[in-house]
Nanobody, 126 residues
Framework: QVQLVESGGGLVQTGGSLRLSCAAS????????MGWFRQAPGKEREFVAA????????YYAESVKGRFTFSRDNAKNTVYLQMNSLKPEDTAVYYC???????????????????WGQGTQVTVSS
């Protein structure tokens, strides 16, 4: 089993920045590809970003490309999502996810991921 705990969410003004963290425990972290998804009220959970086991490959949703950066520190069993130039439409609960694979064919698909965190709220005020 893998446990994922997100942190770093909060309230920020448009144009501001936040850094989300996701700490993993339970199994060898470096064996997992990781992802971030988000869910706004009344909407389906959507893909935000993904990263391979080494951090050598990253993938982003078009809506966040150029503003968000996904990174990982395998020594700390932690991934980070740096979010800059935040917009009100970024408001959502952000979920960290882990896959039982070092890399993914379709990292934007929820079914690729085996473990999920509880989520952290990000609110961007206009």
């Amino acid at each position: 089993q893998v446990q994922l705990v997100e942190s770093g969410g909060g309230l920020v003004q448009t144009g501001g920045s936040l850094r989300l963290s996701c700490a993993a425990s339970g199994r060898t972290f470096s064996n997992f590809a990781m992802g971030w998804f988000r869910q706004a009220p009344g909407k389906e959970r959507e893909f935000v970003a993904a990263i391979s086991w080494s951090g050598g490959s990253t993938y982003y949703a078009e809506s966040v490309k150029g503003r968000f950066t996904f990174s990982r520190d395998n020594a700390k069993n932690t991934v980070y999502l740096q979010m800059n130039s935040l917009k009100p439409e970024d408001t959502a609960v952000y979920y960290c996810a882990a896959a039982d694979s070092r890399s993914l064919v379709t990292p934007w698909e929820r079914y690729e991921y085996n473990y999920w965190g509880q989520g952290t709220q990000v609110t961007v005020s206009s």
